[in-house]
Structures are given as structure tokens and as C-alpha cells.
Nanobody, 116 residues
Framework: QLQASGGGLVQAGGSLTLSCAVS????????MGWYRQPPGETREFVGN???????RYADSVNGRFTISRDNAKNTMYLQMNRSKPEDTAVYFC????????????WGQGTLVTVSS
């Protein structure tokens, strides 16, 4: 199971750290990803971290967001820096890649609102 948390209200230019608590498996034994769904839009890829530790990001967040993990806490993180209003979305964590449609189960996500 995966549970994202840490969302809230942040001003443009500010920072926020999201957490993804992993249970049932080790966070470093799976390729993991962060995703987001802006209001009225479809869910999109934000970035991922592979079992090797390599990370990759969507162009829209590259250079501003950082994904990391703490193996001891079995938790993945998304550090959001220099936030923009267009980063406003519900953020989800899941394995990477995800299967399309109903073949992937999504948690509740955590809402991030960036005010201008």
C-alpha cells in the first residue's frame, strides 16, 4: 500500500515536501513514481526513482522538484521548490510505470495548492 501525505497551501516560489509511506514491500525494491492531477485535467507523470536510485522528471518540474527515499523509513519523498500556481494538483505516489485505466489502483492522494 502507498499513502501520500504532506500537501497543503504554499505561496508561489515556496517549498513543500510530500511523503509517500510504503507498506507491504520495500521502497527501494520497486521503481516508484510521483504523479499529479491538476483540477479538471487528467493525471500526469511528475517523476520517478528507480531501484538503482536514478531519478527522472517531467520537463515541467525538472530542476525544481527532487525525488528521494529513506529506506529505513520505507518512505519516498517529493521535494517541491520554486513552486508555481500550475503545480496545483492532487499528488499521488505509485509504482512506476503504471498500467492504464482500472488495472492500476490509486490511493487518495494529497492536495497541493500553490497561490499566486
Amino acid at each position: 500500500q502507498l499513502q501520500a501525505s504532506g500537501g497543503g497551501l504554499v505561496q508561489a516560489g515556496g517549498s513543500l515536501t510530500l511523503s509517500c509511506a510504503v507498506s507491504g514491500s520495500a521502497v527501494n525494491h520497486n521503481d516508484m513514481g510521483w504523479y499529479r492531477q491538476p483540477p479538471g485535467e487528467t493525471r500526469e507523470f511528475v517523476g520517478n526513482i528507480l531501484t538503482s536510485g536514478l531519478t527522472r522528471y517531467a520537463d515541467s518540474v525538472n530542476g525544481r522538484f527532487t525525488i528521494s527515499r529513506d529506506n529505513a523509513k520505507n518512505t519516498m519523498y517529493l521535494q517541491m521548490n520554486r513552486s508555481k500556481p500550475e503545480d496545483t494538483a492532487v499528488y499521488f505516489c505509485n509504482k512506476w510505470p503504471v498500467l492504464p485505466g482500472p488495472r492500476t489502483t490509486w490511493g487518495q492522494g494529497t492536495l497541493v495548492t500553490v497561490s499566486s
